[in-house]
Each structure stands twice: as C-alpha cells, then as structure tokens.
C-alpha cells in the first residue's frame, strides 16, 4: 500500500500526543479498540465507557479489569464524560457506531439524523459533544465502507462537517486487515479526527505473513467437530450419523 504524497504533509503540523491518555469509549461493546492500544503497548487511562448491552459490559469488564455500568447512550450527556484539566492529560474518543442500517449484510435502512434507525445513534454523539465544554484531542471512528456508498455519502458529509465546525480536521480511509497482518479479507472505513489544524497519514501496510491454515493446527476429525459445533448432543449426532454413513 502505497500512500501519495499531499500539499497537507508540508503545510500543516502532524498531531501528536504528549500527555497522559484518557480513553472514551461509546458504543464500545467488549473493548475491541482499547484491546488495540494494548496491543500496541500504549499506555492509556480507561476514563468512560459507554455501553448498553449488559453481556457486552460485562466481557468489557472481565477482560479489562474494569466495573463499568450499563449505560443507554441516549442517556449520557457531556458533562458525564468528564473531560477536565486537558492541559494535563490528552483524550481520546471513540466512538464506532451500530453499522446495522448501513452494512449490505444489515437492514439498509441508512444513518440519517433523526431517522430513528440504530445507525442514527451516531447524532447522539453530535448532542454530546456540543454540550461539552472542552473536547476530546482526537475521535477515532470504525464502520464498514458502505457508510460512504451514494446513498450514505451526504449524511457522512454532513458529520464531517459538523466536525469541521467544532474545530476537527478530519481524514477518512478504507482500510483491509490483509493488509494488517491478519488472514482476513475485511475492510473498514476509519475517521480520524483531530481537534485543531493538523495533518493525519494512515499507516501503511504491510506484507502478509500468515495465511488462514497458519492457524490450525493437526486435529482429528472428532476434534474438529468439537470446533465447530458447541452443542454437545449436536456433536454426538453428526459422530454417529458419519459412522452410519449418511453424511457422504
């Protein structure tokens, strides 16, 4: 993946981060994004997690160590957040809203701004940040590229606009995790935004080294089952009808 080269990489500055790192999560389900910093060996602060699914909560919780609450984000409001003293520390929000009326595989119902679809919890995010007094140094947001197809581009415009008007520079890309390091064909589209006039590079990506059946190791054909199929009666059933031969 070869990135070209912009008038922006010479006129503006690159953001950075040099405080200590807040972290906000809305719509942050077990924490895959947090689980990326820790992976990445960043060192950051869990400040707000905001998440109302209670399983969803509760794996966030035992894998981070945490005791956040259920919480609708319908119900949150700026000063829930907490974003104080940001000449000490740096935030950052993330905030990958349902892609359940965007995705081909979902409803298509589409994100507009009071539609009413669970897509258009991201306008949530729009009350939010206006009721904030001071914001977050960077928003970082994750869906599937259909959220620029033609007939939900003008309401991605509209956001990135909105952005704009707040202050944020922002930078969209579609990203594949192929291209990560990782045996998978998916694509993402990510937004950065950064609060202030900054230039933002994805990174590039790089060759992969893995393919799927890197992963897997010799198994038996019972213990493949055992994989694939959790019911344990499901199991012993496809066991005995493969013994019979009526699965040929």
């Not at 869990?46 to 945490?66: C, L, M, P, Q």
């Not at 809203?97 to 539609?115: K, V």
């Amino acid at each position: 993946m070869n990135r070209q080269t912009t008038l922006f990489d010479f006129t503006k500055p690159q953001a950075s981060l040099d405080k200590p790192i807040r972290l906000i999560e809305l719509f942050a389900g077990y924490g895959s994004q947090s689980m990326a910093l820790e992976r990445m060996g960043v060192p950051f602060e869990y400040h707000k997690v905001v998440e109302f699914d209670e399983f969803a909560i509760k794996s966030f919780n035992a894998i981070h160590g945490t005791d956040f609450p259920t919480i609708d984000i319908s119900e949150v409001h700026g000063k829930d957040l907490e974003i104080t003293d940001t000449e000490k520390y740096d935030y950052i929000m993330f905030y990958s809203f349902p892609c359940t009326d965007i995705s081909q595989a979902g409803l298509m119902r589409g994100f507009a701004e009071g539609s009413n679809t669970r897509s258009s919890l991201l306008w949530e995010c729009k009350r939010i940040l206006l009721e904030l007094e001071e914001k977050p140094k960077i928003l970082i947001m994750e869906n599937v590229p259909a959220i620029h197809s033609q007939d939900n581009m003008p309401h991605l415009h509209k956001w990135t606009e909105f952005l704009n008007s707040l202050g944020y520079s922002s930078y969209g890309a579609d990203l594949n995790a192929c291209d990560f390091g990782v045996a998978q064909n998916r694509e993402r589209f990510f937004l950065v935004s950064i609060l202030g006039d900054y230039n933002y590079q994805f990174p590039v990506g790089m060759d992969l080294r893995y393919c799927i059946e890197d992963y897997f190791q010799e198994l038996t054909e019972e213990e493949a089952l055992r994989y694939i199929v959790k019911s344990e009666k499901a199991m012993d059933l496809l066991v005995d009808l493969d013994g019979k031969g009526e699965l040929e």
